[in-house]
Antibody, heavy 121, light 107 residues
Framework: EVQLVESGGGVVRPGGSLRLSCAAS????????MSWVRQAPGKGLEWVSG????????GYADSVKGRFTISRDNAKKSLYLQMNSLRAEDTALYHC??????????????WGQGTLVTVSS | YVLTQPPSVSVAPGQMARILCGGS??????VHWYQQKPGQAPVLVVY???DRPSGIPERFSGSNSGNTATLTISRVEAGDEADYYC???????????FGTGTKVTVL
């Protein structure tokens, strides 16, 4: 069974840092790109960042560029998101998702259940 | 790139629900759809405009043309009550874009 399990969320003060992890199982991790997608409480989905199988192609939403860093360790079958200079508006449930890339299009299947990040003083 | 969806759609059981996703020349892009039930992670229900992943009922179908993509749910069931999001990959910015989301209520 393909499974993604996020961890590392918590409560952090504005300006603080947090590192999220996503453990993958049930598929060949280094065959796929991966992404982080977040959902603020009561709001819609927002793509945060994504990378291809070897890190050669990386992208960030404008809202997090320069503050967040995505990375992966294929040997550990894990995806990471280093979040610095956190703001209240970064409060959200953060999902990792496996990316399927075909002919210039990307979709996500499956998704993890998410880890909650709360930025509050 | 912006994708616009109606905030809500209401439908009686057994009827058909159509969820629209509007975007500039969206017909030139591949559109994907996700279902999200309360407290759960999103689930892919349609990819590449009209293909269904294994395990998704045939009642879910998609189309895409011009400036509007459509997710159609035939013979709606109570279990279809959820939020639905469309998604594209914007090649000009190399970014993923999600629609604003539509809450489907089964009357």
């Amino acid at each position: 069974e393909v499974q993604l399990v996020e961890s590392g969320g918590g409560v952090v003060r504005p300006g603080g840092s947090l590192r999220l992890s996503c453990a993958a199982s049930g598929f060949t991790f280094d065959d796929y790109g991966m992404s982080w997608v977040r959902q603020a409480p009561g709001k819609g989905l927002e793509w945060v960042s994504g990378m291809n199988w070897n890190g050669g192609s990386i992208g960030y939403a404008d809202s997090v560029k320069g503050r967040f860093t995505i990375s992966r360790d294929n040997a550990k079958k894990s995806l990471y998101l280093q979040m610095n200079s956190l703001r209240a508006e970064d409060t959200a449930l953060y999902h990792c998702a496996r990316a399927i890339a075909v002919a210039g299009s990307n979709w996500f299947d499956p998704w993890g259940q998410g880890t909650l990040v709360t930025v509050s003083s | 790139y912006v994708l616009t969806q109606p905030p809500s759609v209401s439908v009686a059981p057994g009827q058909m629900a159509r969820i629209l996703c509007g975007g500039s020349n969206i017909g030139s892009k591949s559109v994907h759809w996700y279902q999200q039930k309360p407290g759960q992670a999103p689930v892919l229900v349609v990819y590449d405009d009209s293909d269904r992943p294994s395990g998704i009922p045939e009642r879910f179908s998609g189309s895409n043309s011009g400036n509007t993509a459509t997710l159609t749910i035939s013979r709606v069931e109570a279990g279809d009550e959820a939020d639905y999001y469309c998604q594209v990959w914007d090649s000009s910015s190399d970014h993923c874009v999600f629609g604003t989301g539509t809450k489907v209520t089964v009357l």
